[in-house]
């Protein structure tokens, strides 16, 4: 805490950084932090860069001032990089974070291996949203930074439920509860409400998934032209992997779905046997134990084959 702060203190420029596709934890952090920032130091020049601002969480304090585009900038005095399990997440933002006279890495990832000057990093924290609970002043937490690392830790965690979840995770959510939020709404409105698009490609999903691995598996593929046929972008895909890895008898689940000719977005999820995490590094990506994800070229049948190689490798390790 008292080197964060002290990093935090001697810059007069601050930039915030999150990982593409921003979730609801990298959301969730880069608003508290920033808007710890402009109650504590309004004259402080500041910014927050993600690739997107997934509308759901507009209800954040300071929402509207996500930049979402790149444009040179003079260089910050410190870029602090929030989630980000590596430097490449960062996408077209990379250049404030090399150009920084300082950096800071603030993450909870397995594979993170530690690219900034300060990295505090916290595998067995369930969000980065707890880590950063832990870094700033307690008093200086007002009710809208605590919904902004609520929201963060509910997404990271699945509403309290999957295996990350651990005696501090629920202490520091009682503390942000304590500020006053309406927990109730922000667990309906931004993890459990779905649009009909959502819906509708949910139920495309669900409908043409396939158990494989004596049925201790499953995927589903969701292809370019079902996101035109209806009008869905990858916001619309949430949820997804983690509706399949609730099916009975299920260990493993598989959600992909087309960014290019033979090139796939995939989500892996766990439940207590396989470290997606390691499966997800051996193809380029990243994540943790049981949520990971990456980026594959091949067919439909190349990948998914190659994943369960490496799947049925570690379940037969535990077996």
């Given at each position: 805490?008292n080197?964060?702060?002290?990093?935090?203190?001697?810059?007069?420029?601050?930039?915030?950084?999150?990982?593409?596709?921003?979730?609801?934890?990298?959301?969730?952090?880069?608003?508290?932090?920033?808007?710890?920032?402009?109650?504590?130091?309004p004259?402080?020049?500041?910014?927050?860069?993600l690739?997107?601002?997934?509308?759901?969480?507009?209800?954040?304090?300071?929402?509207?001032k996500?930049?979402?585009?790149?444009?040179?900038?003079?260089?910050?005095?410190?870029?602090?990089?929030?989630?980000?399990?590596?430097?490449?997440?960062?996408?077209?933002?990379?250049?404030?974070?090399?150009?920084?006279?300082?950096?800071?890495?603030?993450?909870?990832?397995?594979?993170?291996?530690?690219y900034?000057?300060?990295?505090?990093?916290?595998?067995?924290?369930?969000?980065?949203?707890?880590?950063?609970?832990?870094?700033l002043?307690?008093?200086?937490?007002?009710?809208?930074?605590?919904?902004?690392?609520?929201?963060?830790?509910?997404?990271?965690?699945?509403?309290?439920?999957?295996?990350n979840t651990?005696?501090?995770?629920?202490?520091?959510?009682?503390?942000?509860?304590?500020?006053?939020?309406?927990?109730?709404?922000?667990?309906?409105?931004?993890?459990?409400?779905?649009t009909?698009?959502?819906?509708?490609i949910?139920?495309?999903?669900?409908?043409?998934s396939i158990?494989f691995?004596?049925?201790?598996?499953?995927?589903?593929?969701?292809?370019?032209?079902d996101?035109?046929?209806?009008?869905?972008?990858?916001?619309?895909l949430?949820?997804?992997?983690?509706?399949?890895?609730?099916?009975?008898?299920?260990?493993?689940?598989?959600?992909?779905?087309?960014?290019?000719?033979?090139?796939?977005?995939?989500?892996?999820?766990?439940?207590?046997?396989?470290?997606?995490s390691?499966?997800?590094?051996?193809?380029?990506?990243?994540?943790?134990?049981?949520?990971?994800?990456?980026?594959i070229?091949?067919?439909?049948?190349?990948?998914?084959n190659?994943?369960?190689?490496?799947?049925?490798?570690?379940m037969?390790?535990?077996?």
């Amino acid at each position: 805490m008292n080197q964060f702060l002290e990093y935090v203190a001697k810059a007069e420029s601050i930039c915030i950084l999150g990982h593409t596709h921003p979730d609801g934890d990298c959301i969730g952090a880069g608003l508290a932090l920033y808007n710890y920032l402009s109650d504590m130091r309004p004259r402080l020049r500041l910014e927050i860069f993600l690739d997107q601002a997934v509308t759901k969480f507009a209800y954040l304090k300071n929402f509207e001032k996500i930049r979402t585009d790149y444009a040179q900038e003079e260089p910050f005095d410190l870029c602090v990089c929030l989630d980000g399990a590596d430097k490449g997440r960062m996408t077209k933002f990379h250049p404030y974070f090399d150009q920084a006279k300082a950096t800071v890495c603030v993450d909870h990832h397995v594979t993170n291996e530690g690219y900034a000057q300060l990295n505090i990093i916290r595998p067995d924290a369930a969000s980065t949203c707890q880590i950063l609970f832990g870094l700033l002043e307690e008093e200086n937490i007002t009710k809208e930074i605590a919904e902004c690392l609520y929201t963060g830790i509910v997404h990271d965690t699945g509403v309290f439920k999957y295996s990350n979840t651990t005696a501090e995770t629920m202490n520091v959510a009682g503390r942000l509860m304590e500020k006053g939020i309406d927990f109730t709404s922000i667990i309906d409105d931004s993890y459990y409400r779905k649009t009909y698009i959502q819906n509708q490609i949910l139920g495309r999903a669900l409908l043409e998934s396939i158990l494989f691995l004596k049925k201790q598996c499953i995927f589903t593929v969701i292809r370019k032209k079902d996101m035109d046929f209806y009008e869905a972008n990858s916001q619309d895909l949430d949820g997804i992997v983690d509706q399949l890895r609730n099916t009975a008898g299920v260990e493993c689940a598989i959600f992909m779905y087309e960014t290019g000719a033979h090139e796939f977005k995939v989500s892996l999820r766990s439940n207590k046997v396989v470290d997606v995490s390691k499966i997800a590094a051996y193809y380029g990506g990243g994540g943790h134990v049981r949520a990971a994800g990456c980026s594959i070229a091949g067919s439909i049948y190349d990948v998914v084959n190659n994943l369960a190689k490496e799947i049925e490798k570690q379940m037969g390790e535990k077996h």
